[in-house]
């Protein structure tokens, strides 16, 4: 018992510390906190309070504190998770407006009011087994549909490949709890009870397990997210070495070139031809290394209050003459209406301009661009550019913001270092960039933002 508690707590805190900003989050903490509340109840019982005792840091006067504390574990194990279930799995799904989610919600703490007035705490816990098992048992089963016809509607391939390991290796331990405490104890196996511990704490680990490992909860990206932008400290620093090296060898060519122009007359046209080279050779590696530097140097962030489709309307306008050139289209379905969100307005045009422009050189004459805003989960607003260009291999996808990786080829302008920058840019605003992408059928880059200050 000890064990399980430990197991659900401790990962019911990192869900919630690294999901917190999400609502299915919230609910997922407080499912795997009642599930755990139920064995740390017992082990005060069963282990702690003996223990306290034998060594005199408590007296048997306390011993109700104990069986209060373990009768309110028990009730939030066998009629707080069946409501926290529902609540997760109707938030995760994405098939209920927020509206719905919040009537649900409501809705649901009758019942679960009921079932507190039918319970007994003291001097010991007592349910009403029947009545639990109605209003448990429809939760789990209810909640269970709501996930996998979620994960059958679900359009995106990465995101159906989530649920359905979510779904794999987390719906057969609750429906096992299902079986082994609540129809248990309906049909008066109360013993079947104790077993109830090895699928809640299977359903831990498993939860652990996809968080570190898969990333399914969001945990990995963070871990992602910190791993890129230390790597990114690293970079920075030593390509503004780099740079600075590289900046005091082209001085001192332009120095020389400086004091040879005056005898390029005199010279051959061997001679005119070297220096003619040598100058825009010099040309070239300073707009190299300015045109690095701007990517690479650190990045501040000023966050304001900024109208969106103002922001896309501006770097659109910046890229209509290019587009007119290569009569490419660009269509606009702004479905978030006219809106305000949250974020650097200078580095947000440069994040736009960026994917247009990628966009833009993958495209062949007569391509489409489309510019989709609409809204997404919690308070946040997505902006969506998909293209019908030449799309990117699955290989490649994982590696397109790492810096100084690019699919366009070798060339003198493309560094590999836009992606990066706009990723970069994207989780230092507290928003977030996901790219999906299929060989010759196109690339989707999706950008979120905070309509609210967090």
Known sequence: MILTFFILYTVAAIVYINNREKDWGKWLSLLLFSFGSGAFGKSLVESFFPYLVKYNFVTLDHEFLFQITYSLGSFFNQNVSPYGFMMFAATYSGLFSKEKLRLLGSLLLIPLFIMFFNTTFYPQVSHNWILVAVWAIPCFLIGTFFMIYSTKVEKNNEKKKDRKLFN?????????????????????????????????????????V???????????????????????????????????????????????LFLLRPYRDQLNASGKEAIDIISRSSDHLTNMVDRIQSKTKEIHIVRSKQNFNKMIDDSIEDIQMDCETKRVKIIKNYNAGNIDVICDSAHTKEVFLNILNNALEVLKEGGEIEVLTDFGKSDNVIVVFTDNGLGISQNNLRRVVDPFFTTKGKSGTNFGLGLAYCYHVMTKSGGNLEIESELNKGTSVKLTFPIKEV
């Not at 910190?226 to 090296?245: T, W």
Request: glycine share 8%; with cysteine; net charge positive.
């Open 168 to 208: 794999y290796l987390l719906l057969p331990p609750f429906l096992t709890n299902v079986l082994t405490n609540y129809v248990g104890h309906a049909v008066g196996l109360t013993a079947m009870w104790r077993l109830n511990a090895i699928p809640v704490a299977i359903a831990g680990i498993t939860c652990f």
């Open 210 to 256: 996809m968080m570190t490992k898969m990333g399914v909860l969001g945990v990995r990206l963070k871990i992602e997210k910190q791993a890129f932008d230390n790597k990114m400290q690293v970079f920075n620093s030593g390509s503004g070495l780099l740079n600075h090296a590289v900046k005091n060898q082209i001085y001192k060519i332009n120095s020389s």
